[in-house]
């Protein structure tokens, strides 16, 4: 069974330095793995994903994230954190061996306050 | 183009009561996938649907069905509501292309309150 998780329930960044949201996963296969955001009282939009090839995947919003295998880690990253990053982020990962169908398994989600 | 569309957005139904959510996938989007969102049990998948045919379902009782019509829409019913089934219940579509697999578009959600 595929999982994915987020350690940090809630993290907490000042305006304009880097910010990290952290998550792990487990599957059998070669994972495809991505990362969506939640606003309040709004559906999740896709950030970025990584399928295959160049272990950072750069995203929507200047987000980006970085693969790493031998961790088996997938963590969310921005170089620079604006108020408006503020938000609900969820990790999550398909089961690439069986790709093809659009089950993603989410993480429990990591909630972003940036203090201005 | 237009998103995806639930509706009703909110709703308060009692025990034992049945309710039917509806979802309009953006135009040209086959599949189309519903997750429920709880505090506690986080986001998890309920089904997914292309062409028509269920394509996979999670872990809900039988009581959690749906469907998709011809023009991709597609509706879920909850039967004999208990007072767990109070969510969030998101629908996302789908190109459901090998390059965008996984890229799902999400709805607002339907808010379900069970009393």
């Known amino acids: 069974a595929q999982s994915v998780a987020q350690p940090e329930d809630q993290v907490n960044v000042a305006e304009g330095n880097p910010l990290t949201v952290k998550c792990t996963y487990s599957?059998?296969?070669?994972?495809?793995l991505f990362w969506y955001v939640q606003y309040p009282n709004r559906g999740l939009q896709f950030l970025l994903k990584y399928i295959t090839g160049d272990n950072l995947v750069k995203g929507s919003y200047g987000f980006e994230a970085e693969f790493n295998k031998s961790q088996t880690s997938f963590h969310l990253k921005k170089p620079s954190a604006l108020v408006s990053d503020s938000a609900l982020y969820f990790c999550?990962?398909?089961?690439?061996?069986?790709?093809?169908?659009?089950?993603?398994?989410f993480g429990t989600g990591t909630r972003l306050t940036i203090i201005p | 183009k237009a998103g995806v569309t639930q509706t009703p957005r909110y709703l308060i139904k009692t025990r034992g009561q049945q309710v039917t959510l509806s979802c309009s996938p953006i135009s040209g989007h086959r599949s189309v996938s519903w997750y429920q969102q709880t505090p506690g049990q986080g986001l998890q998948f309920l089904f997914e649907y292309f062409s028509e045919t269920q394509r996979n379902k999670g872990n809900f009782p039988g009581r959690f069905s749906g469907r998709q019509f011809s023009n991709s829409r597609s509706e879920m019913n909850v039967s004999t509501l208990e007072l767990g089934d109070s969510a969030l219940y998101l629908c996302a579509s789908s190109p459901r292309t090998g390059g965008r697999a996984g890229e799902l578009f999400f709805g607002e959600g339907s808010r379900l309150t069970v009393l």
């Open positions: 999550a990962v398909s089961d690439i061996s069986n790709f093809g169908n659009e089950k993603l398994t």
């Open positions: 599957v059998s296969g070669n994972p495809y």
